[in-house]
C-alpha cells in the first residue's frame, strides 16, 4: 500500500503519517505530546524512539544505518523470528530469521485514553516465506508510543501442527559510553557466553562492559535496568512471554567489521538488551494457539 493510501486509512492527524523514504522503503512517523518514533513497515522494524521527557533518543539507530528492501537496517528493534541466530539446519537461511527484512501490512492504528499512538503490523506470508517456513500462521506487532515504548509481538498458529519458534525483539538501546553503562536485574542467571565459543556460566553481579560481550541469560523473565552514569538516566525494561534475555557489544574489532556501526566508534553509544525466546527457552505454539512477547521501555533520569 503506498504512503497516501495508508495515511488515508490508517493517518491519525497530528500523531501518526506515512511517507516513502528515498530507498522506496515506508515509513511511519509518529510524534504526540509524550514523544516520537519512527517505523519501516519492511520487518516491521521501529528505528527510533524518544520520549518528550529525554534530550536523546532511547532507541539507538547507527549514524550509518542503510535502508534497501531486503536489507536489515542497524539499529532500533530489529523483530528476530522465526528463529534467534543461526538457522538449526539450513546455512543458507538467513540469520535471526527472515521477519525483519520481509514486507508487513498495517491492520490498525489508533490512539490510546493517555495520547500514546498505536499501531499493528502483520507479516505478509509468501512463497519467499513459506519456503523457509512452511506453517500456517500470523506474526503480529503492535507498537504503542508514547512516554514509554511499549512492543506486543503475537505469533498465531492457524494450522494444525504444533511448530517451535526462537524469537526476539533485538533492540538497540542508546547510552552515553559502553564503559560508563551498567546492566542490573541478570545477577545469579545462567547464561550461554557465545564469545570463544559457547560456555554456560552464571552471572556475578551487575553486568559491566571492557570488551565483545554476547550473552544469551536463560530461564529468566526479569526486569533489567541499564545505568548511565553519563546520561544520567536508567532505561528500564520490563517483559512478560520471554524467558531469555540477549546482551551484546560487539566492541571495536567486530564493529569495525561489520561497517555500519557509525564510523569511528558509534557503537560505544549502544548496547542490545534484547527481550527473547532463544536457545534453551525456544517456545512451542500449538495448533491454533496464540504465544505473545511484550516488552516495555522507559527512561528515568536522576
Ligand atoms: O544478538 C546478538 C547477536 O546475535 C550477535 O551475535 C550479533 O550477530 C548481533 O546479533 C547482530 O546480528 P545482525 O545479524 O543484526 O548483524
Known amino acids: 500500500m503506498s504512503a497516501a493510501a495508508l495515511n488515508t486509512q490508517f493517518g491519525i492527524e497530528g500523531q501518526l503519517s506515512f511517507r516513502e523514504d528515498a530507498s522506496g522503503l515506508v515509513v511511519a512517523e509518529i510524534n504526540n505530546a509524550q514523544g516520537r518514533a519512527s517505523l519501516c513497515l519492511q520487518g516491521a522494524h521501529l528505528m527510533s524512539w524518544q520520549p518528550a521527557s529525554q534530550a536523546v533518543p532511547v532507541v539507538w539507530l547507527s549514524r550509518d544505518a542503510k535502508m534497501a528492501a531486503g536489507k536489515s537496517i542497524r539499529g ?5 523470528w522465526p528463529w534467534f541466530g543461526a538457522h538449526a539446519t539450513e546455512s543458507s537461511f538467513p540469520g535471526h530469521g527472515y521477519a525483519r ?13 493517555n495520547g500514546a499512538t498505536r499501531l499493528t503490523l502483520r507479516l505478509v506470508v509468501s512463497d519467499k516465506t513459506r519456503a523457509q517456513w512452511p506453517h500456517d500462521c500470523n506474526l503480529d506487532l503492535t507498537v504503542i508510543v508514547g512516554e514509554t515504548l511499549r512492543m506486543e509481538m503475537t505469533t498465531e498458529n492457524t494450522g494444525a501442527n504444533d511448530f517451535v519458534i526462537g524469537e526476539a525483539l ?5 547510552i552515553g559510553d559502553i564503559g560508563a553503562v551498567r546492566v542490573t536485574g541478570l545477577e545469579g542467571c545462567e547464561y550461554w557466553d557465545k564469545v570463544g565459543g559457547s560456555n554456560l556460566r552464571r552471572q556475578d553481579g551487575a553486568i559491566g562492559f571492557a570488551g565483545e560481550t554476547d550473552r544469551v541469560y536463560i530461564n529468566s523473565g526479569a526486569e533489567c535496568v541499564i ?6 538516566r536508567r532505561i528500564h525494561i520490563a517483559k512478560s512471554g520471554s524467558l ?18 557509525g564510523q569511528p566508534d558509534g557503537w560505544r553509544e549502544m548496547v542490545c538488551v534484547e527481550s527473547a525466546n532463544a536457545l534453551d527457552n525456544l517456545v ?11 516488552v516495555e521501555y522507559g527512561a528515568v533520569s536522576f
Open 244 to 261: 531469555s534475555t540477549v546482551v551484546w557489544t560487539p566492541w571495536t574489532e567486530k564493529a569495525n567489521k561489520m561497517g555500519d556501526m
Open 170 to 174: 533485538h533492540t538497540y538501546l542508546q
Open 76 to 80: 532500533g528493534a530489529p523483530v528476530c
Open 284 to 294: 512451542t505454539v500449538a495448533a491454533g494457539a496464540r504465544h505473545t512477547l511484550i
Open 227 to 232: 545505568e548511565d552514569d553519563k546520561l544520567k
Open 101 to 113: 527484512t520481509v514486507p508487513w501490512q498495517v491492520i490498525e492504528s489508533g490512539s490510546e485514553p
